[in-house]
């Protein structure tokens, strides 16, 4: 008997002693980002204000939305200020949308529409011109609702929804009548040495972000997904020079910590079509519950990292490629199931996830249609899926807690 | 189902030679015989059915549920299908006039009138769709992309050689589409276009999109080549585009003449089936018996119009509608007439004003991207406005079809442009075009008939 109660003892205090070690390294390692944390909060408070003097000294502000169609290169190559809406994940302004049009636009489409009507965040309100890529009806229809009201200048980016063939051409020639748009309404001239510069500063920005993204492979990832995600978003907003400063820095400093104890986190591929700004309740349910999201396959809110644009020929055709060909298809794309199952597998392996959350915002029928051929093949391969779906309302929070605390129990047991 | 087909305009003669023929494709659709008497029964309920112009019509949209069911059983060695694919009925037409071997059509416009208008039974097929990956619920999936999933997944059709699709309204077909050819292993095409037309620069806009539907147009011609073993020429094209010109003459002139009778000589359920014919796929040779159809439903309407006959009362309140009426079930614009409201037209035969000419087929099978629901607000809404205008409509009804964001979008903005702009009543109703069970008749009889008080009121 008394060895058995010494054995539980020894095994009390190393259980103990583990989590007395994480605890440490967790604040040390938290300690190490502290002060880029506090510089960039600071940055993006005081951002807005940087904003309206800037405009002041005539500097354009030009917005756009996500899902990485709209190259921010031709903006910021025109000495304006690209600013990438993002907010979303309450259902405040998404509400506010339905005097201008219906539910079955998503939440996050109306809550554009909405924030720039109920003027609390101040980026949607300060935009002297809009460019709206035309990829998903809800998108297209924000901006639809937008020069119908004529209170913002638009210019509609077609995007094709191939990625090969005679389509190419169009998209660049569009991106080319951006170009002359943004000369015009700035007289400003947009150079290639200006787009170039552009390039290279945002080809740094993708890099720094796919350091870190890939740091999370390991286990338990020093960074979480939530810090993660909330870096994307801020790099929306920020000076784009200023964040890759403060990128590097952080990924220096992951470089440099120690490896966090381990844990039996399930590791979570997050999918979806869109994460907004302050979107953040499945990410911390799953934190919560006992999750760890390693890794995201978003198409808006979430910055394309995995490609950088080469600066090098004609510009237009290279961002082309970038943002047309070289990049996984977002699912309003035409054939794009395939190559979005191919791509998540491929996170899966690279990531060593044992699961999947598929996160869409209701009403978005692309994403919709997908989860079925997804649950289908991951079902083949035996890997768990759950698939959510959220309007913003904070009304449904405990089911999706219940659901998703017991997709974790589910994955940490293994296959049933 | 003799009776039946009777109705639906067939000869005797025909009915002994094709009914064993028709059993087994009815047979095929699930439909039987109570079936039937249901069909008989709503055919008399809803449709001027003792107009021989009626009947003609929908012997053509039953000819072609037929043709589709048994194509293969027909010899049909190619079946080049289509949905949601405006403009590639021309195709169509081309293919079928050329070879006796292909078979081609665009399901829907025929199988939801028969399927659904008639027999009452297009709520099976969109639950099979719901079972794959067209859920039911808030996510308002669109039913008519839902009733060519059900067909497939019930087997009602036979596997196409090839299934064609466009993005132009929407992103619901074309992912579609791509499931269907993950997960039915079938050869795929999308036409597309980019909407990115704006309001500042609309003709040049216009024509860059119709020139890109256009050139995506022919790149489907060439993949239909390897489909059919041969080519199909801008002569063809042509050939097609003037034998479906005088289809489209014919059902302007008809509409015209709906829209400026008072009383409005027959029900706006009637609409639907011009709609769906003006969509049918058919060969050279079957167009002038589309053709003889409206011309003969004309010449009737006319009779009535000259002895002031009509469904609702003379002076009763005329409306637009947005959109083309319910493609499964005619109850709601039977009930409008009941309520004594008279629908005069709907917006989406309207096209913009700003002509583009072209020596090009594939330009001018692209137009359709000129009509009111292919465009913008901006666009659209003072389109909408002229119309009211000449129609001298003193409302607009406009029963917004929830499974489609780019249509159903705008309803809000054309309510408050059109009360704004000329200070008549309009009606935004919300449900699904193609889909019966989000029919509600007490709540609808209630607003239609305070609608009605309403253009009442202020047309006094």
Redesign the interface.
């Known amino acids: 008997v008394g060895y058995s109660i010494l054995e539980i003892l020894k095994e009390k205090y190393q259980k103990e002693s583990k989590v007395i070690m994480a605890q440490k390294i967790a604040n040390k390692n938290k300690g190490g980002n502290a002060m880029e944390e506090k510089r960039l909060a600071t940055h993006l408070r005081d951002r807005p204000a940087q904003l309206e003097e800037a405009k002041k000294n005539g500097i354009k502000i030009i917005g756009y939305f996500p899902g990485n169609y709209v190259p921010e290169e031709i903006i910021y190559a025109s000495g304006s200020v690209p600013l990438c809406l993002i907010h979303g994940g309450s259902s405040g302004p998404a509400d506010a949308a339905l ?4 539910h ?2 998503c939440p996050f489409a109306r809550a554009q529409i909405g924030e720039r009507l109920l003027k609390k965040t101040p980026y949607y309100n300060m935009l002297d011109m809009f460019v709206a890529p ?1 990829t ?3 998108l ?2 924000v901006a ?2 937008w ?2 009201y004529g209170d913002l200048k ?9 990625s090969s ?3 190419l051409e ?1 998209y660049s020639d ?1 991106l080319r009548a951006l170009k002359d748009r943004l000369q015009a309404f700035t007289g400003n001239e947009i150079t290639n040495e200006k787009i170039g510069e552009a390039i290279d500063l945002y080809n740094k920005m993708r890099e720094l972000l796919k350091k870190i993204s890939l740091i999370r492979r390991s286990s338990p990832s020093q960074i979480s997904a939530l810090d993660f995600i909330k870096l994307n978003h801020a790099s929306f907003y920020a000076d784009p020079a200023f964040m890759v400063d403060v990128l590097d820095s952080i990924y220096s400093k992951l470089k440099a910590r120690q490896p966090p104890a381990q844990t039996n986190a399930p590791r979570i591929l997050l999918i979806g079509p869109n994460l907004g700004y302050g979107d953040y309740r499945v990410l911390e349910i799953v934190k919560e519950a006992g999750g760890e999201i390693v890794t995201e396959e978003i198409c808006e809110g979430i910055r394309y990292y995995w490609n950088n644009i080469e600066n090098t020929g004609d510009l237009f055709q290279s961002l082309t490629r970038g943002y047309l060909v070289d990049r996984v298809p977002c ?2 794309m ?5 190559k979005r199952l191919d791509f998540a597998l491929k996170l899966v392996k690279e990531f060593n996830a044992s699961g999947i959350i598929w996160y869409e915002l ?5 994403y ?6 997804f649950a ?1 093949k991951m079902g083949e391969r035996n890997i768990p899926m759950l698939i959510l ?1 959220s ?1 913003y309302s904070i009304a449904d929070t405990g089911q999706l807690r219940t659901r998703i605390e017991a997709f974790i129990e589910i994955v940490k047991g293994g296959n049933v | 189902m003799i009776e039946l087909l009777r109705l639906c305009g067939f000869g005797a003669q025909e009915i002994e030679s094709e009914l064993p023929r028709i059993e087994k494709a009815f047979g095929r659709l699930g439909i039987t015989a109570e079936d039937i008497e249901r069909g008989k029964q709503r055919l008399n309920k809803y449709y001027d059915i003792e107009l021989k112009g009626v009947r003609k019509v929908f012997r053509l949209l039953m000819w072609e549920v037929i043709e589709s069911v048994m194509a293969r059983d027909d010899g049909k060695t190619k079946i080049v299908n289509g949905f949601m694919a405006p403009g590639t009925s021309i195709i169509g037409c081309a293919l079928m006039s050329k070879s006796k071997e292909v078979f081609s059509a665009h399901h829907g416009w025929a199988f939801m009138p028969i399927v659904g208008c008639i027999f009452g039974k297009i709520v099976p097929v969109l639950e099979a769709a719901e079972k794959k990956w067209l859920k039911a619920g808030a996510v308002s999936h669109c039913s008519n992309v839902k009733t060519y999933v059900g067909m497939t997944a019930l087997n009602m059709i036979p596997k196409p050689d090839l299934l064609m699709s466009s993005g132009f309204l929407c992103e619901t077909a074309p992912k579609t589409l791509d499931l269907l050819h993950e997960l039915y292993d079938i050869s795929v095409f999308n036409c597309f276009t980019c909407q990115d037309r704006e309001f500042g620069e609309y003709l040049d806009g216009s024509k860059r999109a119709i020139n890109l539907a256009a050139t995506s147009t022919r790149s489907l011609t060439e993949r239909i080549r390897e489909v059919v073993g041969f080519e199909i020429t801008d002569d063809m094209l042509w050939e097609a585009l003037n034998a479906k010109k005088k289809l489209d003459d014919a059902i302007r002139k008809l509409r015209d003449l709906i829209a400026n009778s008072d009383p409005l000589p027959i029900g706006p359920a009637h609409e639907n089936l011009l709609f769906c014919v003006n969509n049918l796929t058919m060969s050279i040779d079957r167009m002038p018996v589309a053709v003889d159809a409206i011309n003969t439903l004309y010449e009737e309407l006319q009779e009535r119009v000259d002895k002031g006959i009509g469904v609702v009362e003379k002076g009763a309140p005329r409306v637009l509608c947005i959109l083309p009426p319910g493609g499964t079930d005619p109850i709601l614009e039977h009930l409008a007439s009941e309520v004594g409201i008279a629908m005069v037209a709907t917006d989406n035969r309207f096209l913009l004003p700003d002509v583009i000419e072209s020596e090009d087929p594939y330009v001018v099978m692209s137009l359709h991207l000129l009509s009111s629901m292919a465009n913008s607000p901006s666009k659209r809404i003072p389109l909408i406005i002229d119309v009211c205008k000449e129609l001298n409509v003193v409302g607009v009804f406009d029963r917004y079809h929830v499974g489609c964001r780019t249509v159903a979008g705008d309803a809000m903005m054309i309510k408050k442009a059109v009360e704004k702009e000329l200070g008549i009543p309009v009606l935004l109703l919300e449900w699904e075009n193609f889909d019966p069970r989000t029919y509600n008749h007490e709540e609808f009889r209630r607003r239609l008939e305070v609608f009605k008080m309403m253009m009442i009121k202020k047309s006094a």
């Open positions: 005097s201008v049009v219906p079955i636009i035309i998903c009806q809800h297209k229809k639809e609702v020069e119908f638009i210019f509609k980016l077609g995007i094709p929804q191939l063939g005679f389509v169009y569009r699912a309003f035409r054939d794009s199931a395939r209701l009403c978005c029928e692309t919709d249609s997908e989860s079925y051929y289908e779906e309007d």
